[in-house]
Antibody, heavy 124, light 110 residues
Framework: EVKLLESGGGLEQPGGSLRLSCAASGFSFSRYAMSWVRQAPGKGLEWVSSISGSGGSIYYADSVKGRFTISRDNSENTVSLQMNSLRGEDTAVYYC?????????????????WGQGTTVTVPS | QSALTQPASVSGPPGQSITISCSGTSSDVGGYYYVSWYQQHPGKAPKLIIY???NRPSGVSNRFSGSKSGNTASLTISGLQAEDEADYYC??????????FGGGTKLTVL
């Protein structure tokens, strides 16, 4: 069974840091791009960042560029999101998602597997 | 970059069809055939129901269909069922090599 399991969320003060992790299983992890997508309370989905299967191509939303860093460890089947300089507007459920198309460097072809999400709270 | 534009809500009785629009620009929806649609039930993770404008993943009901004309994509759900009540989001690849979501549409089955 293909699964994604996020961890690392919590309460952090403005200006602080958190590191989210996503453990993948059930598929050839290194062959798929991975993404982080967030959803603020009562709001819609917002794409945050994506990384290609090799880790050689990385993409960020303008709202997090320079503050967040995505990385992956293909030997451990994990993708991480290092979040620095946290702000109140970063408060959200953060989902890890798998790109649908094998060998694609981005997730424009759709994201077909999602984790259950991990909650990040930054008081404003 | 602003979110793609979707109606905040749509509704219909069981058995009817509804269409949700997703409007963008030539730099996103209009420029690429990389529009996806996601269904999200309350408290759950999103689920991919349409990719590349009009393709359904395996296991998704053929009552869901997608299309695109110019800068606007559309999701049609035919034969509405109670379990279709959910939030629906479109997304599109952009010329900036980013992904843009719509604001979401709440579907109510009357």
């Amino acid at each position: 069974e293909v699964k994604l399991l996020e961890s690392g969320g919590g309460l952090e003060q403005p200006g602080g840091s958190l590191r989210l992790s996503c453990a993948a299983s059930g598929f050839s992890f290194s062959r798929y791009a991975m993404s982080w997508v967030r959803q603020a309370p009562g709001k819609g989905l917002e794409w945050v960042s994506s990384i290609s299967g090799s880790g050689g191509s990385i993409y960020y939303a303008d709202s997090v560029k320079g503050r967040f860093t995505i990385s992956r460890d293909n030997s451990e089947n994990t993708v991480s999101l290092q979040m620095n300089s946290l702000r109140g507007e970063d408060t959200a459920v953060y989902y890890c998602a798998k790109g649908r198309l094998e060998a694609a460097v981005f997730v424009e072809f759709g994201m077909d597997v999602w984790g259950q999400g991990t909650t990040v709270t930054v008081p404003s | 970059q602003s979110a793609l534009t979707q109606p905040a809500s749509v509704s219909g009785p069981p058995g009817q069809s509804i269409t949700i629009s997703c409007s963008g620009t030539s730099s996103d929806v209009g420029g690429y055939y990389y529009v996806s649609w996601y269904q999200q039930h309350p408290g759950k993770a999103p689920k991919l129901i349409i990719y590349e404008v009009s393709n359904r993943p395996s296991g998704v009901s053929n009552r869901f269909s997608g299309s695109k004309s110019g800068n606007t994509a559309s999701l049609t759900i035919s034969g509405l069922q109670a379990e279709d009540e959910a939030d629906y989001y479109c997304s599109s690849y952009t010329s900036s090599s980013t992904l843009l979501f719509g604001g979401g549409t709440k579907l109510t089955v009357l």
